[in-house]
Structures are given as C-alpha cells and as structure tokens.
Nanobody, 115 residues
Framework: QVQLVESGGGWVQAGGSLRLSCAAS????????MSWYRQAPGKQRELAAA???????NYAGSVKGRFTISRDAAKNTVYLQMNNLKPEDTAVYYC?????????WGQGTQVTVSS
C-alpha cells in the first residue's frame, strides 16, 4: 500500500521558517519526481517546487529565493525548507510523487503564516 506521510506544517509569524517533509513508502517502481503543491482558500492548487531524479529543481516565481526543495533518494523523502514566510504563503501544502507507472498525492499539511 502506497503511503505519503507529510509532516512539518503549522503556524508561524511572518518572516519565520518551517520545514516540510514527505516520506513515500510502498511505491514499487522508481520515483521520477517529487514535488510540493499548495492550495490557498478559494484558489486553485499550484506548484510550489519540484525536484526530479537528476536533482534539477523548479520553483514558482513567488517562492524562488525563499523556498528550497531537496530530496533523500535513499529514504524516498522530499523536503521543503521555507524561509522568510509571508501571509500569502498560507495554504495546504501537498506532496506529489510521480513514479514510472503512477502518481500519488499526500493528504496535505496546513501552513498558516500570520502578519
């Protein structure tokens, strides 16, 4: 059974930092890419950051320079270090994993940034 276990969300004041983690288990084929999406209230889900198997990264313009995505391939875990958080970063953050044969979503973790 595939599981994506997310952790690290919470409440923080503007300018603070949080680190999200997502550990994937039960995926039988190799993982191609791991990403973090986010969805703010009343808005569509959007890509925040992604990392592929070769280590190449991609960031939304609104988080570039503040967020850093990284991956521990041996642990099938992806991290999102979020610094200098802003109230507009408030959202549910979802882990998204693409393997050779399927894709998977985590259940989401809430990040709330107060001004």
């Amino acid at each position: 059974q595939v599981q994506l276990v997310e952790s690290g969300g919470g409440w923080v004041q503007a300018g603070g930092s949080l680190r999200l983690s997502c550990a994937a288990s039960g995926i039988s084929s190799s993982i191609n890419a791991m990403s973090w999406y986010r969805q703010a209230p009343g808005k569509q889900r959007e890509l925040a950051a992604a990392i592929n198997g070769g280590g190449s990264t991609n960031y939304a313009g609104s988080v570039k320079g503040r967020f850093t995505i990284s991956r521990d391939a041996a642990k099938n875990t992806v991290y999102l270090q979020m610094n200098n958080l802003k109230p507009e970063d408030t959202a549910v953050y979802y882990c998204y994993v693409v393997s050779r044969t399927a894709y998977y979503w985590g259940q989401g973790t809430q990040v709330t940034v107060s001004s």
